[in-house]
């Protein structure tokens, strides 16, 4: 059986090919139309679809068209019909635009098939779409399941049991108590954009949390077992009036200073998030006693918060996915529609996150031969890479399948010298051009990480980049270039079995500096992470990266 998911309703627009249960590939469609988050996430767009996450799926799967059994889209608007309010919106006809182009959505899919898809094709809950995303990766056999984003179709909040093969709803906090929604505001008061979350999770550890403590109760209404946003307080869409400048004072304006203010309100909003997802979290032990956690929804990229719960013991075991953002419930809608069909499990326990094209030496070859540049072979790119890294050059690590999720794990990813307090400002400059409070994270050797960092128990989620954890004291000033302004690093464990070549290069630069880390950041600029060879090239020729490997190919700087 053969089920194509795919998520397009917001944002995030993605792609996901199950066959006979088994994840065969999954893609997000930025990496393909070069356009971040896909698309905007605009009213009248939910039937823009990933058409080349979808290609690039069917081709590795190696399937046409017509071998696609079922499509599932995550997303019900069914549920959102029957249980939306018109006045949630300013204005109720964007809800009529909205519902007129999610019935658009089943045709573009017979569309791309080629066929009608009749009972073939299936809505499923958005919720229910990432907690499956979460769940059945995680290998566990039964899980409570938390899952918090922007909006599904009415929820904003889900709190779920899985046994089996089976998830069921136990609760929902439905819009307007959406803390996806309050970051994305707050991000905009910022004077950052609504998707520019990680951002003000850096400018965080900059803060002092207690300088807006009061106003940010008041916005999120946080009790011992849940909380309750305010809309009035924070603007939301259905609120009649704003006081989020009485509370918080002026909005800055994008590009303009970044005031100790702006870092309080930033550090306020994390501390009241942490309070928020704490309380959930109690509530949903007590409503689901079992050991197991899997987080779902945009706000478990939230590395600080998941830490907080890790830490917090009420579950044993924490599982959040590589991507628990919107694309994952590609994945998740497809495995949905599996359980609903087959009397089979899925696959249980897959968490890899290299679900992406790949590419091979011939297609390599021919990239940098057509943009003019001069291959060279290594016979050992992991310890040439690592003796670069060691002598302070910027390398761009592009091997294997690309990452499905937002963070780089070291098949896209730009790879540098941690040791060097000013590596930093050098990315930055040459490169990244982020703004300077924004960390960057440590790739370290798993079976070295507990002598770098106070990790506790490991989760195979570290290996997603998913929780920030505090650098030992006495080795923070060894790798001053991933020690965020707090002592913490949002680091990625790197393991032999998950992700070899990346481990051998890591391994290589520990044995000639003692040090098993290096700084491991996105390989793009300002851009969505590089997909194809020539995406690489393309970079690499416009920015101030030193080398390029590719596979075990490499291109330097022409002198
Ligand atoms: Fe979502």
Not at 287 to 304: F, I, M, S
């Amino acid at each position: 059986m053969n089920i194509l998911g795919i998520n397009s309703t917001y944002h995030e627009t993605a792609a996901a090919v199950l066959v006979d249960g088994s994840l065969v590939a999954a893609a997000e469609e930025e990496r393909f139309n070069r356009i971040k988050h896909g698309k905007q996430s605009n009213i009248d767009n939910p039937h823009q679809f990933p058409e080349h996450a979808i290609r690039f799926c069917l081709d590795y799967a190696g399937l046409r068209t017509s071998d696609i059994d079922h499509v599932a889209y995550s997303f019900d608007p069914n549920l959102r019909r029957s249980q939306f309010r018109a006045d949630w919106w300013p204005d109720p006809r964007w809800e009529e635009v909205f519902l007129l182009r999610l019935g658009e959505v089943r045709g573009v899919a017979e569309r791309i098939i080629g066929r009608p898809l009749r009972q073939n094709f299936h809505f499923v809950p958005h919720h229910l779409a990432h907690a499956a995303s979460a769940y059945f990766p995680s290998g566990f056999d039964g899980a409570a399941i938390l899952t918090i984003d922007g909006l599904g179709e009415v929820a904003a909040t889900t709190l779920s049991k899985a046994v089996g093969t089976r998830i069921r709803m136990v609760e929902t906090l439905l819009y307007p108590h959406s803390l996806g929604f309050v970051w994305e505001l707050i991000s905009l008061h910022l004077g950052f954009s609504a998707y520019d979350a990680s951002k003000v999770m850096g400018l965080a550890a900059y803060g002092n949390p207690e300088v807006f403590r009061d106003e940010f109760e008041s916005i999120m209404g946080l009790g011992s077992e849940d909380y309750a946003i305010d809309p009035e307080a924070i603007g939301l869409l259905s609120a009649k009036s704003s006081r989020l400048q009485n509370l918080l004072g002026l909005p800055r304006y994008p590009d303009s200073e970044i005031l100790q203010r702006h870092a309080d309100i930033a550090a306020a909003l994390q501390v009241a998030t942490n309070a928020a997802v704490g309380a959930l979290v109690r509530r949903l032990k007590r409503k689901v006693p079992l050991d197991n956690l899997c987080l779902a929804g945009g706000v478990a990229l939230n590395c600080v918060t998941n830490e907080v719960v890790r830490q917090s013991g009420d579950f044993s075991n924490v599982f959040i996915p590589s991507a628990p953002h919107d694309a994952g419930t590609a994945i998740g809608a497809a495995l949905v529609v599996y359980c609903s069909r087959q009397k089979s499990d899925p696959e249980r326990g897959n968490s890899m996150p290299f679900l992406g094209p790949e590419f091979n030496r011939r297609e390599i070859l021919a990239a940098v031969k057509s943009a003019g540049l001069t291959p060279q072979r290594s016979k050992a790119p992991a310890r040439e890479a690592a003796d670069m890294i060691a002598d302070g050059k910027i390398v761009a690590w592009f091997q294997g399948r690309m990452e499905f999720g937002p963070r780089a794990l070291g098949n896209r990813s730009l790879l540098a010298d941690p040791r060097r307090a000013d590596m930093r400002n050098i990315l930055n400059q040459r490169i990244k051009h982020r703004e300077g409070f924004r960390p960057f994270a440590p790739s370290v050797m798993a079976e070295h990480a507990d002598e770098w960092f106070e990790v506790g128990g490991h989760s195979r989620s570290h290996e997603f980049m998913l929780f920030a954890c505090p650098v030992k004291p006495d080795r923070r000033d060894r790798i001053p270039a991933v020690v965020h302004r707090d002592g913490s690093a949002r680091l990625q464990l790197v393991r032999r079995g998950t992700n070899p070549r990346f481990h051998e290069l890591i391994s290589r630069f520990f044995g000639q500096t003692g040090v098993p880390v290096v700084i491991n950041t996105s390989f793009n600029d300002s851009e969505p992470i590089v997909c194809t060879p020539t995406d690489a090239i393309v970079t690499f020729r416009k920015s101030s990266i030193d080398a390029l490997f590719m596979d075990d190919v490499y291109v330097t700087v022409p002198t």
